[in-house]
């Protein structure tokens, strides 16, 4: 009976220092960092976005505007008024090759998707022969997350809908250093709104940005991705 009594004084005794350790284990448990970002997609896109910011210096991809969440993607350097302005093949297979390594999956033909980080990229698609570039992602279903995968024409397009004349020209200054646009097809549809006016008048000066581009490295080296 003593030895019974001693053996509970002895556990009563070693149990509190036990709790303490246990509670040290405890404050020294560290998660990993993985766990956290799977259940926090914000924390996901974050990341995400950090990796695609690193296309600036892929010659073909870019995220073209984050405002407006544009990405482009670049083919040839010479155009005609007759060029179909679409995504190509091999534009989408280059895309896909990019961003399937961030976790991107193509889930139709015309969207790729990041389960963890919520984000989908749209590729639009014309609905009708010979509709107007300025038009290419309006019936597109995209949430403030999303992002649409355009043409460097159709993105300066976007950039003449959605901004000022002179953020527009600097915007479009920008894309063309890189991604050269078909301005003959821009002009072709430009509209008499009030917008579309004012560029037609700085046409001239994008025509001579853009030929001085194509014609110094590293655009005048560049190859097609067809």
Known sequence: MQDIDK???????????????????????????????????DAVRTQVLTQMRGFSSEPYFQIADEK???LSVFDDLKYDRADVDMVSPAMRKHVVGKLGPLGFRQTSGTVLEHAEADIRVHIPKFHALGASPFDIARYTQKRPQDYCLLTPTQVACQFVDSYELDDAVQRIEVLITKHPINLLKLADYLEGKPKHRAFRE????????????VESEPLCRRRSLG
Do not use: M, W, Y
């Open 7 to 41: 053996t509970r004084e002895n556990l009563s005794e070693k149990t509190p220092l036990f709790r303490r350790f246990q509670r040290l284990f405890r404050r020294a448990e560290v998660k990993h960092p993985d766990t956290d970002l799977a259940s926090n997609p």
């Open 68 to 70: 407006l969440r544009l």
């Open 202 to 213: 700085v046409l001239g000066h994008i025509k001579r940005q853009q030929r001085i581009a």
